[in-house]
C-alpha cells in the first residue's frame, strides 16, 4: 500500500508539474498583442519567431531548429511539435521513414516499422506572401498541438511528428506586412507592394520545387526528400473561388500517369477529411474539384506526387486583414468554372451565402484544415508509413519501365549535365557514377558518366523529369476551345538544358560509385604552346562565367570569327597578358574549362569582347520574369542597374551597351497603374516619353532586347518591321500553353556561337515572328514593279517546319508557326533591337537557350552587328 501510495502521489506530482508547465505558456495573443487574423493587424516575422523561440522554450513538446537562411539573410525555422518522449527520441523515428521511404527493406520489417514508427506530417505556411493569413495562422497551431489535451490532440501528439514550417518566405512577409501597414487608413491598404515578395522570383518560389534554384527552396526539399520524407505535406495558400471560403481536394483532372494511384487515392482521402470536419463545424462554402489538378510537377504539394508523398493544397479565402462585406442579395448562381451555389453540387454542397468577411474566418479555416491533416495524419498512421513503402517498392519493381538512364561524360554543355545531376540528386534521386567506361544497349559510355537507375523508389520523379510530357486534349466543349492547364503542361529537362540523358531498357553491367554529394566537373585540360594565348570552347554555359571573371581581371578576350582547324567560329580567345597563366588555372578548376595554348594570333576576324554595361526594366507593376533576368545575371555574374519609369526618361541611357526589358504586357510597360489604384510614387509606366527615350537609345547604337510579351512593346513603339503573326488567334485553332517548342538555330551567325543547331524553346502563349515586306500582290493579281530596299532584320532561330512538340501541349503549331521567327535581329539607326519570342531563361529551367541572352549581352559592346567590325589589326603590342 506504501508502494501504490507513493506511486500515486509521484504520478500526481508529475501532473501537477506539468499542468502548472503549461499554464506557464503563453497565447500568441499574449506576446504578439493581438489575436492571429485580428482586423487591421499583420504580425511580421520577428513577431511571429519570437513567439515561437518562447514556445520552445517554455514546452518540451517543440522543437525549433534553423534549417537554413532566405536569400536576404534571414533564418529559416522548422517546429517538431510531438509529445516529450517522441521528441527525445526523433533520430529514431527519422530512421524509420527514411527505411519506409527508400522501400530497400523486406515487407516484413516494413509492417514491424509501420507499427512502431510515427506518421510524419509537415504544414507549412507563408510562401504566397501576398496571401497574408498564410502567414498568421501558424504560431496558433503550434500554440494548439502544444498545449491542448483532448484525446483527439493527445492522439495526435502520440502517432505524429509535426514538422511545421512557419514561414517559406520571410523576406516576403516582411515586404507585404510593412507595405499593408504603411497603407493601413489610406484608400491603398489593401493594394500589394510594388516590388517582387521574394528578391528574385516572386510567386514563382511555388514554381521552384524540382529546379531548387533558391535557398528557401533547397533548405525546405533537403527535409522533404532527403531528410524526413514526410508521407503528408499541406501546403497552405489563399486563391479560393470567389464567394466560396477555401478549396480542398479531390483535384480535377488530369492526373499525370507518372504519379502513383495510391497517391492520388491518399490525396482524397484527406480531402474527405477536411470536408467532413468542416461539414460537421458548420463551416460553409468548402469547394473542391477546381482549377488546380495533379499533372504538373515543381510545385511544393505536386513535388511530393512524385516521392510517394501525399501533397494537399487548400485555398483560403480572405487575403486581407482588412474585412469585407458581401451582400447575400448578391450571390452568384455559379462559383469557380460553373459550380451552382444552390447546394447541388457534390464538390460544392454547402454554399457560403455571404455577409461579413474578417481575416480571423481565413484563419480559422486554415487551423481547421491544419488539424484535420494531423488528426487523419494520426487515425492511419500505420497505413500511411506502410503505403508509401508499398508504393516504393512498385517503382523499384516496375520491370516494364527503363533499366537506367545515362548522363554520359561527353556532352555540348559540360556543366549543364553536372547541374541536371545534381538537380536531381536534391531531389532525393539515387545515383551514381561510373568508375571505368561500359557499355548499354549497344553504346559505349565513358568513365565519369552518370547513371540513374530506374530500379529506386522516387522512379515517377525521375521518369516525369527526364522524358517528355504528353498533355491530354482538354476541351471546355467536344470542338471548343481548350482547358488551360494548371501552370505548365511540358517542362523535360534533358530537353531545356540542353543535355543528353540515354534511356536504356536492357540490364547492363557498371563498376559505379553512388553520388551522396553534389558533383561538379572535373578540372579541365590545359595544353599546348600558349605563346600567343588560349582558346577555350563557346559551347558551355560556364564560359559566360569564365568571360566575365577574365574581363573584371583586365583580360583581352576575343570570339573567333570563322571556323579555323578544330575551332569552331565564336571559339573564346584569350590573348596573353598579366596573370594569364594563373587566371587559366582557376578557371579550369573551378570551372571545368579546357584551355588550348595558341602559339599565334589566329589568321581569321577577331571580334573583341569588352565587360558590358547592362541596364534591367523594372516595372512597378512587379514582375517575376524581371525578376528570373536579374538572378541569371547574377549566377553568371553579370553586372547591370535596375532602371525604373524615371531612369528610363531622364537617365543617359548610352552609358549602357544593351538594356533589357523582360517579358511583361505592352501596356504595363507603357502605363503601369492606373493613377489611384496605388501610392502616386508607383502609378504609370515609362510613357510615351520613356519609349521615344528608348527609342533613341538605340537609333544612336544602343542594344535593346526584348522577351517574349515586351518584343510586342518594341514592334509597336519603335514602328519594326516585324509582326508577331499568332496575335489574336483563336484559342480553338492556335494554343501552346508551357511546352517546349523545337526550335533551328542559325549557329553561323555571332549571336548564336556556342548554340546547338536545335533547341527547345520555353513557349507559353508565347510570340512568332515574321518579316514585313512590301507586297507586289494586288486585287488577286501581281503586280511588276520594282522590288524595295529589303528590310534590315534576320531570323536568327526559327520554329522547326515539323515536329514543333517536343513535350507538353500544342494545337495548330505547324499550321500557324512552323518555319516562323522565334529570333529576331532588327536593325534600327545605329543600334539594334533582339525580339526574342520566348522567354530564354524562364524560370531558369531553359539552360540550352541562356547563350542568346549572353551573346546579344556581348554584342552590344561591338560595332554593327552581326559584322561587329572584327579586329583585323594586330597592335604594336602583338
Known amino acids: 500500500m506504501r508502494s501504490s501510495l507513493i506511486t500515486v502521489l509521484l504520478s500526481f506530482s508529475i501532473f501537477l508539474t506539468h499542468t502548472l508547465t503549461l499554464a506557464q505558456i503563453p497565447t500568441p495573443e499574449e506576446v504578439i498583442g493581438f489575436q492571429m487574423g485580428a482586423d487591421y493587424k499583420i504580425a511580421d516575422y520577428t513577431q511571429i519567431t519570437d513567439y515561437l523561440k518562447l514556445l520552445d522554450e517554455k514546452s518540451e513538446r517543440v522543437q525549433m531548429q534553423q534549417i537554413g537562411t532566405t536569400v536576404l539573410g534571414k533564418p529559416l525555422y522548422l517546429l517538431f511539435i510531438s509529445s516529450e518522449e517522441n521528441l527525445r527520441q526523433l533520430e529514431q523515428w527519422k530512421e524509420i521513414s527514411t527505411k519506409m521511404a527508400r522501400a530497400r527493406i523486406s515487407d516484413e520489417e516494413a509492417q514491424q516499422l509501420a507499427q512502431e514508427g510515427k506518421a510524419i506530417v509537415w504544414i507549412d505556411g507563408g510562401i504566397h506572401s501576398t496571401e497574408k493569413a498564410a502567414t498568421q495562422f501558424p504560431p496558433e497551431l503550434a500554440y494548439m498541438v502544444a498545449t491542448e489535451e483532448t484525446p483527439e490532440m493527445q492522439k495526435i501528439r502520440e502517432n505524429v511528428i509535426f514538422l511545421l514550417m512557419p514561414n517559406i518566405n520571410p523576406d516576403g512577409l516582411d515586404i507585404v506586412a510593412n507595405w499593408y501597414k504603411q497603407n493601413l487608413g489610406t484608400p491603398y491598404e489593401t493594394t500589394y507592394p510594388p516590388v517582387l515578395y521574394h528578391y528574385y522570383v516572386g510567386h514563382d518560389d511555388n514554381r521552384d520545387w524540382f529546379m531548387n534554384t533558391q535557398p528557401e527552396t533547397r533548405a525546405v526539399t533537403t527535409i522533404l526528400f532527403k531528410e524526413w520524407y514526410p508521407q503528408i505535406i499541406h501546403n497552405q495558400h489563399q486563391s479560393s473561388p470567389s464567394w466560396t471560403r477555401i478549396f480542398i481536394p479531390p483535384f480535377s483532372k488530369p492526373v499525370n500517369p507518372n504519379i502513383h494511384p495510391g497517391v ?15 461539414a ?32 494537399i493544397l487548400t485555398e483560403t479565402a480572405h487575403t486581407t486583414p482588412t474585412p469585407r462585406y458581401y451582400e447575400p442579395d448578391s450571390l452568384p448562381k455559379t462559383v469557380g468554372n460553373g459550380i451552382p451555389t444552390d447546394g447541388t453540387a457534390i464538390n460544392y454542397p454547402d454554399p457560403w451565402k455571404g455577409g461579413a468577411s474578417h481575416f480571423r474566418d481565413a484563419v480559422e479555416y486554415m487551423l481547421t484544415a491544419g488539424m484535420a491533416t494531423l488528426s487523419i495524419g494520426a487515425d492511419r498512421k500505420d497505413k500511411w508509413l506502410y503505403d508509401m513503402y508499398r ?108 543535355v543528353e540523358v540515354v534511356k536504356v531498357q536492357n540490364t547492363f553491367d557498371a563498376k559505379t560509385s553512388e553520388v ?152 504595363q510597360i507603357l502605363h ?27 537609333k544612336q547604337g544602343g542594344t535593346l532586347l526584348t522577351f517574349d510579351e515586351a518584343s510586342d512593346f518594341a514592334i509597336e513603339q519603335f514602328g519594326l518591321p516585324v509582326k508577331n503573326v499568332v496575335t489574336d488567334l483563336p484559342s480553338k485553332d492556335f494554343f501552346i500553353p508551357g511546352s517546349l517548342i523545337r526550335t533551328v538555330v542559325n549557329t553561323d551567325h555571332p549571336l548564336a556561337y556556342g548554340m546547338k543547331d536545335t533547341v527547345a524553346v520555353s513557349f507559353s502563349q508565347s510570340r512568332a515572328f515574321e518579316i514585313i515586306k512590301q507586297s507586289r500582290k494586288g486585287e488577286g493579281g501581281k503586280e511588276d514593279i520594282k522590288l524595295a530596299p529589303e528590310p ?22 505547324k499550321k500557324y508557326i512552323g518555319g516562323k521567327g522565334a529570333l529576331v535581329h532588327v536593325q534600327h539607326g545605329e543600334g539594334d533591337v533582339i525580339l526574342f519570342g520566348f522567354r530564354p531563361q524562364f524560370r531558369g529551367q531553359p539552360r540550352g537557350t541562356y547563350k542568346l541572352i549572353f551573346n546579344a549581352l556581348y554584342s552590344g559592346t561591338m560595332d554593327n552587328l552581326p559584322a561587329m567590325n572584327p579586329d583585323n589589326e594586330r597592335t604594336e603590342t602583338e
Open 672 to 698: 503601369g497603374h492606373t493613377p489611384n489604384t496605388m501610392p502616386e510614387a508607383f502609378t504609370g509606366g515609362m510613357g510615351l516619353e520613356g519609349a521615344l527615350a528608348l527609342d533613341q537609345y538605340i
Open 391 to 498: 508504393m516504393g517498392r512498385d517503382a523499384i519493381e516496375a520491370e516494364e519501365e527503363a533499366y537506367a538512364y545515362l548522363v554520359p561524360a561527353d556532352q555540348w554543355d559540360q556543366s549543364e549535365a553536372y547541374n541536371l545531376v545534381n538537380i536531381l540528386l536534391q531531389g532525393g534521386v539515387e545515383i551514381h557514377q561510373a568508375n571505368r567506361s561500359f557499355e548499354a544497349d549497344g553504346q559505349s559510355f565513358q568513365e565519369g558518366s552518370f547513371i540513374l537507375y530506374g530500379a529506386q523508389a522516387f522512379r515517377p520523379y525521375l521518369k516525369d523529369l527526364l522524358e517528355k510530357q504528353a498533355y491530354p486534349d482538354q476541351r471546355m466543349y467536344p470542338g471548343g476551345p481548350p482547358k488551360v492547364p494548371y501552370d505548365l503542361a511540358g517542362w523535360t529537362l534533358p530537353m531545356q538544358m540542353g
Open 280 to 311: 460537421l463545424k458548420n463551416m460553409p462554402g468548402v469547394v473542391s474539384d477546381v482549377t488546380f489538378t495533379m499533372w504538373w510537377n515543381g510545385g511544393l504539394r505536386t513535388a511530393p506526387y512524385f516521392h510517394n508523398q501525399i501533397g
Open 792 to 813: 534590315p532584320v534576320e531570323i536568327l532561330a526559327s520554329y522547326a517546319k515539323d515536329s514543333l512538340l517536343m513535350s507538353g501541349w500544342a494545337l495548330g503549331e
Open 516 to 667: 551522396t554529394q553534389p558533383v561538379r566537373a572535373p578540372a579541365g585540360d590545359i595544353g599546348g604552346n600558349a605563346q600567343y594565348g588560349y582558346a577555350f570552347t563557346h559551347q558551355d554555359n560556364a564560359s559566360a562565367l569564365a568571360v566575365n571573371r577574365l574581363l573584371a581581371q583586365g583580360a583581352t578576350l576575343y570570339w573567333l570569327g570563322e571556323s579555323q582547324q578544330e575551332m569552331p567560329a565564336g571559339t573564346l580567345i584569350l590573348k596573353n597578358g598579366k596573370n594569364t597563366k594563373k587566371l587559366v588555372q582557376d578557371l579550369s578548376q573551378n570551372l571545368g574549362l579546357s584551355f588550348t595554348g595558341l602559339s599565334a594570333r589566329p589568321d581569321v576576324p577577331l571580334y573583341p569582347l569588352k565587360q558590358p554595361n547592362i541596364g534591367v526594366y523594372k516595372s512597378w507593376v512587379a514582375n517575376m520574369d524581371e525578376g528570373w533576368t536579374r538572378w541569371v545575371l547574377d549566377q553568371y555574374e553579370f553586372d547591370y542597374d535596375t532602371l525604373h519609369d524615371e531612369d528610363i526618361r531622364n537617365k543617359d541611357l548610352s552609358a549602357y551597351h544593351a538594356i533589357i526589358i523582360p517579358d511583361q504586357r505592352p501596356q
Open 264 to 278: 492520388v487515392n491518399g490525396v482524397n482521402l484527406v480531402g474527405n477529411e477536411m470536408a467532413s470536419r468542416f
